[in-house]
């Protein structure tokens, strides 16, 4: 790797918009939907992250990802999900690497569990961070827990998650990894589209504010767009459905670092799902 790669690499880790020991799982539409997710018709990386709603009693779902950082496969990230549904009960399991073990590189994993009454649900989940710098030093882990609670109308979800409870640390003399508060809201209007936002609190950082917004183009395709705070980013991206399988494209622009892009191919197994609802 070039003295110009690994300069950018310490770069990116100075001004990511995420901590550079971060646990907070990544979604396929995350970068151009301005880091909000859908959550009335959740995929899996979704279900992950956040478990809400938005998959159907012994429906089966998965998530393949890959993640290029500013035009720089040294930033390269890529993640597999899961989620199943078993009555009121839903089980997803993530596992996302990023960088290369070269130099740099997170995994992550995080399982979760969801219990769902009626237009309630409740979550849980426990995440694992390893860290590895190359060879020439020992790696670093550590663990902790979470807890989510969303709620549903016909035209609005809501979710609330926390992270990070534990306060773990990579290390006995690192700083602790603070707790993370998070809110996620969506809003369906009447007709083909819908708004989503997040507000994401933590210590010792400033808030960030996520916006976006999906458009139904057809019953095989939709757009989306949106925008993230601190740092500004802007994105966007497009879907399409084939049957009950989704191929979806997103890029995000950095004022300064310039281009994201993310490709995920998602898949529904287990239940009859109904084009109009698959879209969304």
Known sequence: MTGKSI????????????????????????????????????????LVLVPTGGIAPGEVKLELSANRRFAMKDLDQVFVAFAYRYRCFTTSIGLAQFGHSDLY?????RLGV????????????LSALLISF?????????????GDISYRTSRIVGAVSVDNLSSPRLDKNSPAVNPKYSVYVEVREVGSFLVTGRVKLEKTER???????????????????GLSTAPLEYGGG?????????????????????????????????????????RR
Do not use: M
Not at 26 to 40: D, N, P
Not at 244 to 263: D, E, F, K, M
């Open 7 to 46: 300069l950018f690499v310490v770069l990116f880790l100075l001004v990511s918009v995420e901590n550079p020991a971060a646990f907070e799982f990544a979604t396929g539409r995350g970068a151009g939907l301005g880091q909000t997710v859908i959550l009335s018709q959740s995929s899996a990386s979704t």
């Open 105 to 109: 590189a997170e995994r992550t994993a």
């Open 114 to 125: 969801a219990w769902h009454l009626n237009s309630l649900t409740v979550g849980a989940a």
């Open 134 to 146: 190359g060879d020439r030093y020992d790696r670093l882990s550590a663990a902790t827990f979470g």
């Open 207 to 225: 808030p960030q504010f996520g916006l976006g917004q999906k458009i139904d183009a057809s019953e095989h395709g939709a757009l989306f767009w």
């Open 238 to 278: 497009a879907e399409v459905v084939v049957n009950n399988s989704r191929i979806c494209y997103a890029a995000s622009y950095h004022p300064t670092l310039g281009l994201t892009h993310s490709v995920s191919l998602s898949f529904s197994f287990g239940v009859a799902v109904s084009k109009k609802e698959e």
